[in-house]
């Protein structure tokens, strides 16, 4: 089973992935982003566009993923923004075709709690530092929101005022998935949190 977990920017799609993880240590992270990079690296600066432009990136992340589901007997969790219909649909068929068993989920949120969570974010808080900067993703929350609200992005997760742990257990009862282990406490979650968040960091 592929559980593919989208959302805008600022939605709490890695802290979920992550969080499901460690509460189902049958699963395993898949992340279509370091595929992107991947491509990013083997080519000159300027021409390092969005890597979901490039239909390698879209053949890539379905035969992957495909693999992935095929050599992993637990489920496989796949965080990642994906609002273009057509690269949705394109990606959704391939895995499709290859027998995947896929179970697709949208966190959903209001434009002014993503604009809180981008805010307050370890990447933004170390933006001076690293030069990391989270405009472009707070320019994508009405593109990102608006295109999830579409059926064809269902099922749909609310976040708004729910912790991660009561999205995580929602998401493991609609997919049919038992969860192992319990609740971290908040002091624990909050050092996990952070870990999560810094490991994750791009620059």
């Known amino acids: 089973m592929l559980l593919w977990i989208n959302g805008a920017f600022g939605a709490g799609k890695t802290q979920t992935a992550f969080e499901l993880q460690r509460r189902m240590p049958s699963a395993h992270v898949a992340d279509p982003e370091l595929i992107g ?22 053949a890539a992340v379905a035969a992957t993923l495909a693999d ?75 593109r990102c929101t608006t295109a999830l609200a579409d059926e064809r992005f269902a099922e749909h997760v609310d976040t708004d005022n729910r912790t991660v742990d009561e999205v995580v257990e929602d998401i493991a009862a609609r997919a049919g998935l038992t969860l192992t282990r319990p609740r971290l406490s908040a002091a624990r979650y909050q050092l996990r949190r952070a870990a999560v968040g810094i490991r994750h960091i791009r620059f």
């Open 37 to 58: 990079f991947a491509i990013h690296r083997m080519l000159p600066s300027h021409a390092r566009n969005d890597f979901q432009d490039r239909s390698q990136w879209r």
């Open 68 to 142: 992935a589901v095929a050599h992993h007997t637990g489920p496989v969790l796949a965080p990642m923004t994906l609002v273009e219909p057509r690269y949705f649909d394109e990606i959704m068929t391939g895995l499709s075709n290859a027998d995947v068993d896929v179970r697709h989920f949208s966190l959903m949120a209001s434009p002014e709690t993503l604009r809180r969570r981008l805010s307050a974010r370890t990447g933004y808080a170390l933006a001076r530092v690293t030069g990391r900067d989270e405009s472009w993703a707070m320019q994508q929350i009405d």
